[in-house]
T-cell receptor, first 115, second 113 residues
Framework: DAGVIQSPRHEVTEMGQEVTLRCKPI?????LFWYRQTMMRGLELLIY????????DSGMPEDRFSAKMPNASFSTLKIQPSEPRDSAVYFC?????????????FGEGSRLTVL | QKEVEQDPGPLSVPEGAIVSLNCTYS??????FMWYRQYSRKGPELLMY????GNKEDGRFTAQVDKSSKYISLFIRDSQPSDSATYLC?????????????FGRGTSLIVHP
């Protein structure tokens, strides 16, 4: 079975450019999460969706960040304009409310470097 | 103070050693306790899952929860170089509480041959 698929795996861009990260969750999962991971702060929840609806975006750093989930099989995280402090690994994860463990299934991440 | 505290390490041990990884937390509403393992340049994967207090064993791994002390541990027996990874604790509330897990920063473990 295919897991959570993220693209691109690596992105190097210059300050001020727009960055779009993409995620395809596991089929049948109804929750989707965007996390950011850095050495200093660890894994931070940015936003999560339930049944394609954004439930909590309090972790989104500022207005430069936006996320969408137009359907159950696709989500994007956009940064515009990007800044060097946005450099991090961004993870998408999905889950199903039917799982007793509440396990999150993570993609392999998108490593973003903003110069 | 963060809700979940975890020493980032790194923790370096020789092959065959017993490893103890720990987290403390402040939110008494947490009911579910998890350990995720993250290999380099990969996403975290669920390793162990425990509900409420007590121990749970799975092969060489034992998860321990002490809710009275707000302290959880992961023990790895007979550690192997393949255990080298970052281990993140995670926890969440039960019924009526948030089902979104709160993660620790992760402890980097290096098992050298």
């Amino acid at each position: 079975d295919a897991g959570v698929i993220q693209s691109p795996r690596h992105e190097v861009t210059e300050m001020g450019q727009e960055v779009t990260l993409r995620c395809k969750p596991i089929s049948g999962h109804n929750s989707l999460f965007w996390y950011r991971q850095t050495m200093m702060r660890g894994l931070e929840l940015l936003i999560y969706f339930n049944n394609n609806v954004p439930i909590d975006d309090s972790g989104m750093p500022e207005d430069r960040f936006s996320a969408k989930m137009p359907n159950a099989s696709f989500s994007t995280l956009k940064i515009q304009p990007s800044e060097p402090r946005d450099s991090a690994v961004y993870f998408c994860a999905s889950s199903s409310s039917g799982l007793a463990t509440g396990e999150l299934f993570f993609g392999e991440g998108s490593r973003l470097t903003v110069l | 103070q963060k809700e979940v505290e975890q020493d980032p390490g790194p923790l370096s041990v020789p092959e065959g050693a017993i490893v103890s990884l720990n987290c403390t937390y402040s939110n008494s509403a947490f009911q579910y306790f998890m350990w995720y393992r993250q290999y380099s340049r990969k996403g975290p994967e669920l390793l162990m899952y425990t509900y409420s207090s007590g121990n749970k064993e799975d092969g060489r791994f034992t998860a321990q929860v002490d809710k009275s002390s707000k302290y959880i541990s992961l023990f790895i027996r007979d550690s192997q170089p393949s255990d080298s990874a970052t281990y993140l604790c995670a926890m969440r509330g039960g019924t009526g509480g948030s089902y979104i897990p709160t993660f620790g920063r992760g402890t980097s473990l290096i098992v050298h041959p």
